[in-house]
C-alpha cells in the first residue's frame, strides 16, 4: 500500500494548508468516546475495532499532548493521540466522507551522552540549569534515593550521569534512561547501573537498589497475549501493540495486589471495563482490567499488601473472555510485566553477576575518568538541537 507522507510545519517553517494543526493536552475525564461525540464521528468507529485496539484508546493519559487537524467547516481532518513513547492513535477522514482508524508509529531522534556536574546549589537544580530536563534530574534523585543522603553533599562534589533520552518535535520526549551514574558525596563515590534484563538500578555489588519485588496476581490457565510494544505486522499491514500481560482464568478468580502500594483508581475504564490501579514504589504502577467486581472495603488511597485480594477476573469492559489484563508503568512508559515478575531479584547471583559486576567496573572507571575532563564536557541543550521528526500525518 502506497504511503504519501506530508510534512506538516510544527517546528518547521509553516507550510499552508486549511487549518492550522494544533497542539492541545488531553483533559482530566475526557475519554475517547467522549472525543468522537465532539466532533460528531460515530461511535461505531470505535466499537468496531479489534480488542487490542480497544484497549489502546484506554492507553490516553490526561495531560499527554496530542496534534489536531481541522477542515475549514471545524470538522476533524485528523489527530494523532499518543498512548506510548512508540504508538500513536490516528484518526482521519476519508475522500467518501467516512472515518478511519489506525495505530501508527512515533517517530523520534535519541542521543546519548555523560553529563558532569560539579554541584554547586543540589543535584536537582544543577541539572536543570545545565540541561533543563525535569525528568533527567527527577530520575537521578528516584535512583539515587535510598542510598544517598543528597543534603550531605558539599559544593564541589560532582554528579556523573550517562543517559539515553528521546527527542520529538523540538522537545524532550519521553522518560530519560539512565544507563549509570556517580554521585559524590564528600568524595565518597556512589554508583548505579542499569540492568538490561528488568531496567532496575544495581550498585557496584549487584546488589538492587529497588529491595522491591513482584509477584504473579493471579493464578491463571495460560497466558493468552502478551505485552508487544510495537509490531509491524506483514499480513495485514499495520501496527499492532499490546501494553500489558493477558492472564485467561475463570470468571471469579482471586486477583491479588502484584507489590505493595497504595490504590489510586478504582471504577470503570473504558474498554478496560472495570479497572484497578495501584501505585507503588520508585514510580512504577500496576493495572488490573476487565474485572468481574472489586473486593469490599477497598477504596481511591487504600493501602494494599503484595498478595492482599484486590479484585476477581472477569470479562467486562470489550472482552473477549475472562481474563485478568495485568499492565506495568514506569513514570507512565508502558514496560512488560513478565520481565519485572519472572526475574526481578533483590541480589544478582552466579554467572549473571560476575557477568554483571564486570561490566559495572568498567562504567564505574569511565564516569571517574569524566570527572578529570569536566571541561571538555558541553551537555546537550533543547534549543541546540535541530529535530528531524515533525508531525508526519498521512496525505487522504
Partial sequence: MKRIILLLFMFLNSIVVAQEVQELKWQRGESFLTFLDHYNIPQSLY???????????????????????????????????????DI?????????????FQTLPISYDEFEE????????????????????????????????????????????????????KIRLGKYFGQPEIVAAMVQVNRDNHFIFRHERDGQY?????????????????????????????????????????????YAAPTGTKVKAAADGRITFRGRKGGYGNTVIVQHKNGLRTLYAHLYK???????GSRVKKGQLIAYVGSTGLSTGPHLHLGLYRNGVAIDPLRIIKVT???????????????AKTLSNR????????????PTKLEDMISSTPIKIRNI
Fill in 47 to 85: 466499537f468496531d475495532l479489534e480488542k487490542e485496539d480497544k484497549e489502546l484508546c484506554s492507553e490516553i493519559r490526561a495531560g499527554i499532548n496530542y496534534h489536531l487537524l481541522l477542515n475549514e467547516d471545524n470538522t476533524l481532518k485528523q489527530v494523532l493521540i499518543p498512548v506510548s513513547e
Fill in 88 to 100: 500513536q492513535l490516528h484518526v482521519s477522514k476519508q475522500k467518501d466522507g467516512n472515518y478511519k
Fill in 114 to 165: 555523560t553529563l558532569v556536574i560539579s554541584t554547586t546549589s543540589s543535584p536537582y537544580l544543577d541539572i536543570m540549569k545545565k540541561t533543563n530536563n525535569k525528568n533527567l534530574a527527577n530520575e537521578l534523585i528516584r535512583a539515587f534515593k535510598s542510598s544517598v543522603d543528597f543534603r550531605s553533599m558539599q559544593k564541589g562534589d560532582f554528579v556523573v550521569i550517562n543517559y539515553k533520552q
Fill in 202 to 246: 544495581y550498585n557496584l555489588e549487584g546488589k538492587s537498589l529497588t529491595n522491591f519485588t513482584f509477584m504473579t496476581p493471579v493464578r491463571y490457565k495460560r497466558i493468552s497475549s502478551k505485552f508487544q510494544k510495537r509490531r509491524y505486522h506483514p499480513v495485514l499491514k499495520r501496527y499492532r501493540a499490546h501494553l500489558g500481560v493477558d
Fill in 294 to 300: 472489586f473486593k469490599g472495603g477497598l477504596r481511591v
Fill in 345 to 359: 531479584k533483590n541480589k544478582l547471583k552466579g554467572k549473571e553477576k560476575r557477568v554483571f559486576l564486570q561490566y
Fill in 367 to 378: 564516569l571517574q575518568n569524566k570527572t578529570k575532563n569536566i571541561n571538555d564536557l558541553i
